[in-house]
């Protein structure tokens, strides 16, 4: 009996343990807050609302219907992945990547002209948009690096300095620009620029947007985990992270491994915006407001703690969500309430880590007060 105490105590204190249970904590209180709102809205298709939200493609009664919006769940799930570790790996190095949007946006202007305009090979587009994701960040990383510029304000500024460099540059040129839209063409079946689906479509009623990317997230999600895990480079770049000068001191480069994690961080953002427009599903729309993305991978990343492997997790419950929530407007819902509902469990996502702080720090309080008992006991 004792070892079985012994046992749940140690895995309850493990830093693993307390990621997944905040995060879920967080994730019920997000849910609850949005049953309120639907609640506060509607009272008698309150109930109806919430399980549309959490059913997403179990709400069809047709198996094709739900494994075709199954997959593009799934697929949708895809660049916020790629966004969340873009985030992340910043994170690990001590920086706050608040520029993901500026750097998806930028990438995206590649993939136009790439993938639209020239209809070049869609994994040619694709290193496209990560060198041009990658070149972007460095901007921000240099101003840290060399003139110890704070990397969120650099980060906002070339957000928007990207979202109107875009917007001008694509509306100028009618060849790759739908006027009576107001997007810019997608990059369509039959396209070099596509990402191909490997067969995987079949898997999913045929739906189109379900292919390569999903695979390809995955590996990089691996890859990334074990830069931090087993390599010289991800070790020096948490070590970084968690304290520069004295990184600096033992020999580790400070400017290079800065410089190295906004360029793979950027990267990882263009990889977003290539899995989400070379599948063809979207493509940059004229808008006053930046990508809502790398805001959304933000959340992600907080959610799954900050841990590559939990990001998969974080971000599929998020585009769950999304997913769901868009289909309660067919109970009399405005389509603005699921925004608002998906929104406050992002919102509360950020609360991961400060929940993660409350119990160390309850933790540590009992542990004085057992320190103390066992002195007194001695006496």
Same mark, same amino acid.
């Given at each position: 009996?004792?070892?079985?105490?012994?046992?749940?105590?140690?895995?309850?204190?493990?830093?693993?343990?307390?990621?997944?249970?905040?995060?879920?904590?967080?994730?019920?209180?997000?849910?609850?807050?949005?049953?309120?709102?639907?609640?506060?809205?509607?009272?008698?298709?309150?109930?109806?609302?919430?399980?549309?939200?959490?059913?997403?493609?179990?709400?069809?009664?047709?198996?094709?219907?739900?494994?075709?919006?199954?997959?593009?769940?799934?697929?949708?799930?895809?660049?916020?992945?790629?966004?969340?570790?873009?985030?992340?790996?910043?994170?690990?190095?001590?920086?706050?990547?608040?520029?993901?949007?500026?750097?998806?946006?930028?990438?995206?202007?590649?993939?136009?002209?790439?993938?639209?305009?020239?209809?070049?090979?869609?994994?040619?587009?694709?290193?496209?948009?990560?060198?041009?994701?990658?070149?972007?960040?460095?901007?921000?990383?240099?101003?840290?690096?060399?003139?110890?510029?704070?990397?969120?304000?650099?980060?906002?500024?070339?957000?928007?300095?990207?979202?109107?460099?875009?917007?001008?540059?694509?509306?100028?040129?009618?060849?790759?620009?739908?006027?009576?839209?107001? %997007?810019?063409?997608?990059?369509?079946?039959?396209?070099?620029?596509?990402?191909?689906?490997?067969?995987?479509? &079949?898997?999913?009623?045929?739906?189109?947007?379900?292919?390569?990317?999903?695979?390809?997230?995955?590996?990089?999600?691996?890859?990334?985990?074990?830069?931090?895990?087993?390599?010289?480079?991800?070790?020096?770049?948490?070590?970084?992270?968690?304290?520069?000068?004295?990184?600096?001191?033992?020999?580790?480069?400070?400017?290079?491994?800065?410089?190295?994690?906004?360029?793979?961080?950027?990267?990882?953002?263009?990889?977003?915006?290539?899995?989400?427009?070379?599948?063809?599903?979207?493509?940059? &729309?004229?808008?006053?407001?930046?990508?809502?993305?790398?805001?959304?991978?933000?959340?992600?990343?907080?959610?799954?703690?900050?841990?590559?492997?939990?990001?998969?997790?974080?971000?599929?419950?998020?585009?769950?969500?999304?997913?769901?929530?868009?289909?309660?407007?067919?109970?009399?819902?405005?389509?603005?309430?699921?925004?608002?509902?998906?929104?406050?469990?992002?919102?509360?996502?950020?609360?991961?880590?400060?929940?993660? %702080?409350?119990?160390?720090?309850? %933790?540590?309080?009992? %542990?004085?007060? &057992?320190?103390?008992?066992?002195?007194?006991?001695?006496?």
């Amino acid at each position: 009996m004792n070892k079985i105490k012994s046992f749940f105590s140690s895995f309850f204190k493990k830093d693993e343990t307390k990621t997944v249970v905040t995060s879920l904590w967080c994730a019920l209180l997000g849910l609850v807050l949005g049953f309120v709102i639907l609640l506060c809205i509607n009272t008698k298709e309150a109930a109806d609302g919430m399980a549309t939200i959490l059913g997403n493609f179990f709400v069809f009664q047709n198996a094709d219907d739900r494994w075709n919006y199954f997959g593009q769940t799934l697929a949708k799930t895809a660049p916020l992945i790629a966004m969340s570790v873009s985030v992340l790996v910043c994170y690990k190095a001590g920086l706050f990547n608040l520029g993901a949007s500026g750097q998806y946006s930028i990438a995206v202007l590649v993939i136009t002209f790439m993938g639209v305009a020239a209809n070049w090979p869609w994994w040619l587009v694709m290193i496209g948009a990560m060198v041009a994701g990658a070149l972007w960040s460095m901007i921000s990383g240099v101003l840290k690096a060399f003139f110890n510029v704070n990397e969120v304000i650099s980060g906002i500024m070339l957000n928007w300095i990207a979202l109107y460099l875009v917007n001008g540059i694509l509306t100028a040129n009618s060849a790759i620009w739908d006027s009576s839209h107001s %997007e810019a063409y997608k990059i369509t079946d039959g396209s070099n620029a596509l990402i191909p689906s490997v067969g995987l479509d &079949r898997l999913f009623a045929g739906n189109s947007i379900v292919g390569l990317g999903m695979i390809l997230i995955l590996v990089v999600t691996i890859v990334i985990f074990v830069l931090f895990k087993k390599t010289t480079i991800g070790y020096e770049l948490k070590a970084t992270g968690f304290n520069p000068d004295a990184a600096d001191y033992a020999g580790m480069n400070k400017v290079k491994n800065i410089l190295v994690a906004t360029a793979i961080s950027g990267a990882l953002a263009g990889l977003a915006a290539s899995l989400q427009v070379q599948n063809g599903f979207t493509s940059w &729309r004229l808008s006053s407001t930046i990508p809502s993305i790398g805001f959304q991978g933000i959340s992600a990343a907080f959610l799954g703690g900050l841990h590559p492997i939990g990001v998969l997790f974080s971000s599929y419950f998020i585009e769950h969500i999304s997913e769901g929530g868009s289909m309660i407007t067919d109970l009399g819902f405005a389509p603005e309430v699921a925004g608002i509902i998906t929104s406050a469990i992002i919102y509360l996502a950020g609360f991961v880590a400060f929940l993660k %702080e409350m119990i160390r720090k309850s %933790e540590v309080k009992d %542990e004085l007060r &057992r320190l103390s008992r066992d002195k007194a006991v001695k006496k």
